[in-house]
């Protein structure tokens, strides 16, 4: 859904922006939800938000011939999942870009790009 965004090999980081938080992203698959006893998900955050499933949203990071790309889809939840404030319809994958905002129940995610600029010795967030 973003045609004009480059892929870029780099870490995918998702920031709880409520709290701060933040979780690393692996390639693969990666089920993010509400932390609780019975969950199982890969990234589980820990919350009160009842509007948040235990599985909410899937984040596939795949590895491209042109690096790292991070897809976002709804997990079947019974509550919507939002990207930059439109409604992501059910069986909908859009490749996240840097600075996507993902409202899940009622806790907005920001996703982050991360690269490791090698020469410098920095961290480049783009």
């Given amino acids: 859904n973003h045609p004009n965004t480059p892929i870029m090999t780099g870490v995918g980081v998702l920031k709880v922006l409520q709290t701060g938080e933040t979780f690393t ?9 509400r932390k609780h006893p019975t969950g199982h998900a890969d990234i589980a955050i820990p ?17 491209t011939s042109k690096g790292i790309e991070y897809r976002l889809s709804d997990n079947n939840s019974t509550n919507k999942v939002k990207l930059n404030g439109y409604i992501l319809p059910p069986g909908d994958i859009v490749i ?16 982050i790009l991360q690269t490791e600029n090698s020469a410098a010795g920095q961290t480049l967030i783009f």
């Fill in 25 to 33: 992203l692996k390639t693969g698959i990666n089920i993010v939800g």
């Fill in 47 to 63: 919350c009160d938000d009842g509007y948040m499933s235990r599985h909410h949203i899937k984040i596939e990071g795949c590895v």
């Fill in 96 to 111: 996240l870009k840097s600075s996507d905002r993902i409202i899940i129940g009622r806790t907005e995610l920001e996703f």
